[in-house]
Nanobody, 123 residues
Framework: QVQLVESGGGLVQAGGSLRLSCAASGRTFSNYAMGWFRQAPGKEREFVAV???????RYADSVKGRFTISRDNAKDTVYLQMNSLKPEDTAVYYC?????????????????WGQGTQVTVSS
């Protein structure tokens, strides 16, 4: 499995920005699709974005146009740039690594997960 460590969360006012990072180790990073998910209190973990091994990118409709996912295979790191943050973006954000090719919007497609980083957006 891949070991994943997220960083970059914090408290920000509505309209602000944060950049999350997820550093991977233990396996060949470029062999994995890398996803970001989030989980708000009392809610299920939901898909945010994924960047596939090919570089293809997909976003949840709720973040499209505001969030940008990217990866640096030389640094074994995936990023999530979050702009125009809203209070409803408040959640614990998780990165995940998946060795499959399909259903990458589903948590079941991922083999490894980070510990999560808290993002809180105040109104």
């Amino acid at each position: 499995q891949v070991q994943l460590v997220e960083s970059g969360g914090g408290l920000v006012q509505a309209g602000g920005s944060l950049r999350l990072s997820c550093a991977a180790s233990g396996r060949t990073f470029s062999n994995y699709a890398m996803g970001w998910f989030r989980q708000a209190p009392g809610k299920e973990r939901e898909f945010v974005a994924v960047i596939e091994r090919s570089g293809n990118i997909r976003y949840a409709d709720s973040v499209k146009g505001r969030f940008t996912i990217s990866r640096d295979n030389a640094k074994d790191t995936v990023y999530l740039q979050m702009n125009s943050l809203k209070p409803e973006d408040t959640a614990v954000y998780y990165c995940a690594a998946g060795s499959g090719w399909t259903n990458l919007r589903l948590t079941s497609a991922y083999d490894s997960w980070g510990q999560g980083t808290q993002v809180t957006v105040s109104s």
